[in-house]
């Protein structure tokens, strides 16, 4: 107030010695100034309200979330086993190399350690929902329930469920202490640029609160197929993997999963709502049960279409590998089937396709609209059930024919498979092909992306069962379409050498 004054003296003092300043613009000015002050004035109680804000989201929210301590016994002889060792590489890859599981040498036996959040969701049942990787392969599980109890033992927690390819579990723990659930939210009404709250164990340090906001919507991370993630600059560490990302109205609307260990300010959550979906299985039945036709497939690339002679404009996806026995391989599909629809509706990427797929109960016939050598096709098949991965991997289909002759320098070298390489290689003894050895740096082949340890299975539609037959292929400088096997999976790659 005493400041106004001051300014209000200064400005009569002005008017007084003349310089001009005549009523109507003094006037003006005042009304400016108090539409300055009175904006200031509303604008103020805004920080103040979002520092309560997360204040009071902190005590609403923070009861219902726990943190999570796992250990694994592990004798030498069998190593961390699949599913430990398959997350200790998601680490590596997400968290960084820092944070693996602790693995204490001896000559008998050997003990892994990790840890995570999880939170609440049926305070009756004591359930609680946490990433799938927290728990995978673990011999014991110990909760915490809040700050006070950390000098505690915990209480042991059993697996009611758990889903490897969507990274989300359920787990149960029993007590007599009070405890609150989390309520859910929608995560498909969140807007990018809202303020969220992350919860977690970062680095056992215990209960930790982290606020930032949604950076992007619908992001696909190398992590599940099955879920679109929400991105958020919230700091997200490991150990808070599990944890809940809330809303501003304190609803839970997506689980903690990963982070860019390269970057700062990316984190990934899984969206509430696609929990949702899987919930129920995971609490009855103790695993997702999801469609499948058995196909490996391919999103259609600009050299792909012209390789394939596709229509312009043509949407959909290319069958990259047809499992053996599998639905789609009794149906009749074909490798090289462009699938265009699915009961009548378009397929504009490959992920929309599985997702598709995976939301019909098996026994259920749909109906594919596909393109086969420029001609319009419609086949019915019944969705069979999504088997484990570990099944899958014995049911890949290996190419049977015989091949040409000449080679061409192609950027890449190849070497025949043997059982070493098969198992070196992690692939399946009925597994045939040529093994990428090296890829030469500014190549075709690494434009298009080849990788040492791929498994090339076809050249242009035809087999390639050794070195000399994958050569014989290559006759002129043209764009060859390359069927490969990696990491469990084949795909298809335009390989241009018409330059």
Do not use: C
């Amino acid at each position: 107030m005493k400041k106004s004054l001051n300014i209000l003296g200064f400005l009569v003092l002005f008017l007084a010695l003349g310089f001009g300043v005549g009523t109507e613009r003094l006037g003006n000015f005042f009304i400016r100034l108090g539409s300055l002050t009175a904006q200031a004035e509303k604008a103020a109680p805004i920080t103040d309200n979002l520092k309560d804000l997360f204040v009071e989201l902190s005590k609403q929210t923070v009861p219902s979330v726990v943190n999570i301590y796992t250990t694994q016994v592990i004798n030498t002889s069998r190593g961390m086993g699949p599913q430990a060792e398959l997350y200790r590489q998601f680490f590596e890859q997400f968290f960084g190399e820092e944070f693996v599981p602790n693995v204490p040498q001896g000559p008998q036996s050997k003990k892994a350690t990790s840890l995570g959040t999880g939170f609440i969701i049926d305070e009756k049942e004591g359930l609680i929902l946490t990433n799938y990787h927290v728990i995978a392969d673990a011999d014991e599980i110990k909760v915490i329930l809040t700050e006070e109890d950390r000098e505690q033992d915990g209480i042991d927690a059993k697996v009611v469920g758990g889903d490897a390819e969507a990274d989300v579990a359920l787990i149960k723990i029993k007590t007599n202490r009070k405890l609150k659930a989390a309520v859910f939210g929608d995560s498909d009404a969140l807007q990018v640029g809202e303020w969220v709250m992350a919860i977690g164990n970062p680095f056992g340090h215990g209960h930790t609160v982290t606020k930032g906001i949604i950076s992007a919507k619908e992001r696909i991370v190398p992590i599940s197929q099955f879920s679109n993630y929400i991105q958020t600059d919230t700091p997200i560490n490991p150990g808070n993997s599990g944890g809940p990302l809330i809303d501003t109205s304190g609803r839970v609307i997506g689980i903690n999963t990963a982070i860019n260990a390269a970057a700062q300010g990316i984190g990934f959550a899984i969206p509430i709502n696609y929990v949702k979906k899987i919930l129920p299985d995971l609490r009855t039945k103790g695993a997702v049960t999801r469609g499948f036709v058995g196909v490996n497939i391919a999103d259609i690339t600009p050299q792909i279409a012209n390789t394939l002679r596709l229509p312009k404009n043509t949407s959909g996806i290319v069958v990259s590998e047809v499992l053996e026995g599998e639905p789609a391989d009794k149906a009749g599909v074909q490798v090289y089937d462009v699938i265009t629809a699915i009961n009548g509706k378009k397929i504009v990427d490959g992920r929309q396709l599985v997702n598709m797929i995976s939301s019909f109960e098996p026994g259920t016939k749909i109906s594919l609209d596909i393109l086969r050598k420029g001609r319009k096709q419609n086949i019915k098949v019944t969705v069979g059930k999504r088997p484990t991965r570990d099944s899958m991997l014995s049911k890949r289909s290996s190419p049977k024919n015989k091949a040409r002759n000449q080679s061409l320098d192609i950027g890449m070298s190849v070497e025949n498979l043997d059982n070493e390489l098969k198992k070196e290689l992690g692939l399946p003894n009925n597994a045939q092909g040529v093994v990428v050895s090296r890829v030469t740096p500014g190549s075709s082949a690494e434009e298009a992306g080849f990788e040492r340890g791929d498994l090339i299975v076809e050249v242009d539609q035809k087999p390639t069962f050794s070195t000399d037959e994958f050569w014989e292929l290559f006759t002129e400088k043209k764009v060859y379409l390359i069927r490969f096997r990696r990491d469990g999976g084949i795909g298809i790659a335009s390989l241009d050498l018409s330059k």
